[in-house]
């Protein structure tokens, strides 16, 4: 293969692989606020190319850094015109030993995103 092509694909390759995360839930911001009762509530924000019903992010998770789920914060529709969007999750009790958690999206074609955000718990 000549260098001209060599070039060529090497400058297309990044288009492709950005083109295939293009899809997936991502979240680019959380936060965390303890609550009198021990449990803590839950704010995140997503970003992903909602197309409507067959293809959204359709959940948030708060899982522990070992990846047990504690909670799931539903998403009943897709958001395609409000982007990104935050969405909140209440009373969330968390094992006493955590000192961090992980948040998490999904959505209904690709599955869970590889851009999530890691909290530590005040």
């Known amino acids: ?5 060599k070039g ?6 990044p288009l492709f692989a ?3 995360v293009a899809g997936e839930p991502q979240v ?6 303890p609550r009198a009762d021990g449990a803590y509530d ?19 998770e708060v899982l522990t850094v070992g990846g047990e789920t504690l909670a799931v914060r539903t998403l ?10 935050t969405r909140g999750l209440t009373g969330v009790r968390i094992p006493a030993a955590a000192a961090k958690v992980v948040i998490r999206a999904h959505d209904s074609r690709h599955g ?3 851009k999530t955000v890691t909290l530590e718990l005040p």
């Open 8 to 13: 060529v694909l090497l400058g297309i390759l």
């Open 42 to 60: 839950f704010t995140a924000t997503l970003r992903h190319g909602d197309e409507g019903w067959k293809h959204y992010a359709d959940r948030w």
């Open 28 to 33: 680019v911001d959380a936060k965390v606020r």
């Open 76 to 85: 009943l529709h897709p958001h395609v015109d409000e982007q990104p969007f």
């Open 112 to 114: 869970y995103g590889a």
């Open 1 to 5: 293969m000549n260098f001209k092509v």
């Open 18 to 20: 950005a083109a295939s």
